[in-house]
């Protein structure tokens, strides 16, 4: 089925009110962030879009896809589910080799060149993380991290998913600035659920979160685009220095201002 738009229609909060937003809609492209403090709901927005919610979960909200209710086999049969859940729990993984994790999978989804494939997948991760993922190593060794980046790299290439949910990966140790990056390159509706500016300003829309419900669903402004780009630079200033700090340099005034003025800071 080719994905066009998905479509949230708003249902109802803890409270028992109607969400204050009745209807948002996602194309192709577009990257979408979830707000608002913790027990606000965020995590039950994403898993009713998981799940396709159809008014049977307790927020009563309706998910569609192309404007119409989903199809049966999404949620019966894996290989059609357009929907990658990329969550913040990796102790599902299997204690077998990295290599052969994504060698099956890439067969399982019957990629034309799993090796070619598999090699694009590690190349992407590889970009995430500080320490290279080591392919004969078992997927239980790899790092939070080294785990999640890998996920969201399998997920885009192998399972080439068109809707992908992301659930909180600032707090994953990747580079989650050229993990934005890489997402832009790929015509997917990426949803974060995300406490963090850099996200949410890269994103297109962001819908806000209170009580359960649906507070509000706002585009992302011109200026709001700009400032996202200054902060996209203060966390470039930052990997910058973690990285000097984690191989073991030490930090000298002079080294701050460089690193400072090399990212426009100073």
Do not use: C
């Not at 209710?69 to 999404?74: A, I, K, L, R, V």
């Not at 993984?93 to 694009?120: C, E, G, T, W, Y």
């Not at 190593?137 to 996920?151: D, H, I, K, N, V």
């Not at 706002?218 to 709001?224: K, L």
């Amino acid at each position: 089925m080719d994905i066009r738009k998905i479509t949230i229609l708003g249902g109802y909060g803890r409270s028992g009110a109607r969400e204050l937003v009745d209807q948002v809609d996602l194309k192709m492209g577009d990257l979408l962030s979830v707000v608002g403090p913790t027990g606000s709901g965020k995590t039950a927005l994403i898993n009713d879009i998981g799940l396709f919610a159809n008014e049977d979960t307790p927020s009563k909200r309706r998910i569609l896809i192309n404007d119409t209710s989903p199809s049966e086999d999404f949620l019966d049969d894996p290989a059609k589910n357009p929907i990658a859940l990329i969550t913040q729990h990796t102790g599902f993984l299997s204690d077998m080799r990295v290599s052969n994790f994504l060698d099956i999978h890439a067969r399982v989804r019957k990629s034309a060149n799993p090796d070619s494939v598999v090699s694009d997948v590690l190349d992407f991760a590889n970009q995430l993380t500080g320490e290279p993922i080591i392919v004969d190593g078992a997927m239980t060794e790899l790092s939070g991290g080294q785990s999640r980046a890998l996920l969201i790299a399998d997920a885009v290439i192998i399972g080439n998913s068109p809707i992908i949910l992301l659930d909180e990966i600032e707090n994953a140790g990747i580079n989650l600035t050229r993990a934005l990056e890489l997402l832009h390159n790929y015509e997917k509706i990426f949803i974060f659920v995300t406490h963090d500016p850099r996200i949410t300003l890269s994103s297109d829309y962001r819908i806000v979160m209170k009580g359960g419900a649906m507070q509000d669903a706002i585009t992302t402004s011109p200026e709001e685009k700009r400032i996202g780009e200054k902060v996209t630079h203060m966390d470039r200033a930052i990997i910058s220095l973690r990285n000097q700090i984690s191989s073991g340099e030490r930090m000298l005034e002079k080294d701050f201002r460089a690193v400072m003025e090399s990212n426009w800071l100073a």
